[in-house]
């Protein structure tokens, strides 16, 4: 018994290295691509990318309803029920089929100048393709996992990864990198990695000699097994879809494709060290939810009071840098066709932060069954929202200040803020926590990180002088930055939120791991 339990132990251990091994080498890919893509499309181009990417990004979202979660969740229960992943794989059918024929629609009612300005039909069917394409692979990611397939899934990840930035350096260095060819890159590399994990599961004994017909009874049996999961949020995914298209449609019609890709730029520069902490974040939801099944409340408030504060922390030291830093951000990473997005990307770097503590405290809610609370407040907040987003986005002439990506980031950043911070309160209330002292850790976190990170950009600038390479000063002062965060976590570990004797004990941990 004991011996089952270690090989089952060294399995998770396994299992959560692999994933994150493949976190960091995404991240790695995605910082080259970061520095390629946008330059070599331009600002425009960039733009009309992420415009079309998002729309159907949101549709897909929405139709989904959060049925892909119930079926990871259901599968993982059941892995061998084949009629299980058969239900689900026609589901993915028909959602194609929706996505693409209301596209079609669209087109033949002459909305397509409405609903994606100034986007060409062709590039419209590629964005409605990819968002199809990304949705199915994750599907058929989260199908590896709960079939017990990490390492072999994430190594095929690392593989793609690879793959991509070849293809995209191929077509950078013959210049042969347009809106087209970028969407067959990421038509090639999809396709790579959902055939990687089709014969993955294939060879392992999964989708061999099964039957795809499925029974009346049984189409019944599933509709209603995941229509009992998914209605609830069905509101709040509506609202999230119209939402989420109509701040990048506005964009779009009030400041047009170049402020779209400033915006995208921005975003993607966050979610690449969002992906630090990410990789944390399904194994705490895990944990919350066993403590919740459990009852046990004291140890949710433990796990939210040592874990939540510190990857906030983690996430502010990334901010908090490339805020200060990210003028030369964009030189180095994009080049002069994206100086007007300074302003953008410095707001935008504190996007993440409270990412992350929205992910980690909604999920929280939704292990304790809240899910009205969560939806209500949700609903609330995106709607609140809107009209922000109106005001900042639209021309003085339509009772707007004309703010472009400016002010779509400033609306995002202040209402995600906001958002986590009503989260918490419900939170600290369920758990018996102080919520002042978590929004006092937030500004006093972000307050030193922003401090330190100061000193070192203007103290190396000042030292290497007028004449400086922007590429050394860049890497010289986030080496000195690391120095000082380093020292006043250890001096003053509670601007991390946590306490001495749990650094020790994080250390001690993964000496044993490895």
Not at 65 to 73: E, I, L, N, R
Request: proline share 2%.
């Amino acid at each position: 018994m004991n011996e089952d339990n270690l090989n089952s132990k060294d399995s998770l251990k396994k299992r959560y290295f692999s994933k994150l091994f493949a976190n960091f080498f995404g991240m790695a890919m995605g910082l080259v691509t970061a520095g390629i893509v946008p330059r070599g499309l331009g600002p425009k181009v960039y733009g009309d990318f992420n415009f079309l990417s998002n729309f159907f990004n949101q549709v897909v979202s929405f139709l989904d309803m959060g049925t892909s979660t119930a079926f990871y969740t259901k599968l993982s229960q059941r892995q061998r029920e084949f009629g299980l992943t058969c239900f689900y794989f026609y589901f993915m059918g028909i959602i194609f089929l929706i996505v693409m024929s209301s596209v079609i629609l669209a087109f033949f009612a002459s909305l397509q100048d409405r609903l994606w300005p100034d986007q060409k039909m062709f590039y419209i069917y590629l964005g409605a393709g990819f968002g199809i394409a990304l949705w199915v692979v994750q599907v058929l990611n989260n199908t590896a996992d709960a079939y017990g397939l990490t390492v072999p899934a994430e190594w095929s990840k690392v593989i793609q990864k690879a793959l991509g930035v070849t293809v995209i350096l191929f077509l950078y260095v013959f210049h042969r990198l347009n809106l087209g060819t970028y969407f067959y890159s990421q038509y090639l590399i999809l396709s790579f990695l959902g055939g990687a994990f089709i014969w993955i599961m294939k060879r392992n004994g999964y989708f061999t000699k099964e039957s795809w017909k499925l029974t009346g009874e049984q189409i019944k049996k599933y509709v209603q097994e995941f229509y009992q999961y998914s209605h609830p949020l069905f509101t709040y995914a509506l609202v999230g879809m119209i939402v989420g298209i109509l701040d990048r449609w506005l964009l779009q019609i009030f400041a047009g494709s170049v402020q779209q890709g400033f915006f995208g730029f921005s975003y993607h520069i966050g979610a690449i060290y969002f992906l630090f902490t990410s990789a944390m974040t399904p194994l705490l939801i895990r944990e919350f939810s066993i403590a919740s099944g459990n009852k046990d409340f004291t140890q949710m408030a433990t796990l939210f009071r040592r874990y939540i504060p510190l990857l906030y922390s983690i996430t502010a030291y990334f901010a908090c840098f490339v805020a200060l830093q990210s003028e030369k951000v964009i030189h180095i990473m994009a080049g002069k066709s994206y100086k007007e997005a300074v302003t953008v990307v410095t707001i935008m770097a504190f996007y993440p932060v409270h990412q992350t503590y929205g992910q980690l405290s909604s999920s929280v809610f939704l292990a304790t069954g809240q899910t009205k609370l969560y939806r209500d407040t949700g609903i609330i907040m995106m709607l609140i929202g809107l009209p922000i987003t109106y005001f900042l986005i639209a021309p003085k002439q339509q009772w707007g200040i004309g703010a472009g990506a400016t002010g779509l980031a400033i609306k995002m950043v202040l209402i995600q803020f906001i958002w986590v911070n009503v989260h918490l309160y419900f939170n600290a209330k369920l758990l018996k926590l102080s919520f002042w002292r978590y929004v006092g850790h937030q500004i006093f976190s972000v307050g030193c990180l922003l401090a330190l990170a100061a000193v070192a950009t203007f103290g190396v600038d000042r030292i290497l002088g007028p004449n400086k390479s922007i590429i050394l000063s860049f890497l010289l002062s986030g080496v000195v930055y690391t120095l000082m965060v380093i020292n006043l976590v250890y001096y003053l570990p509670a601007v991390f939120g946590t306490r001495a004797q749990d650094i020790r004990s994080i250390i001690e941990n993964v000496k044993n791991i490895f």
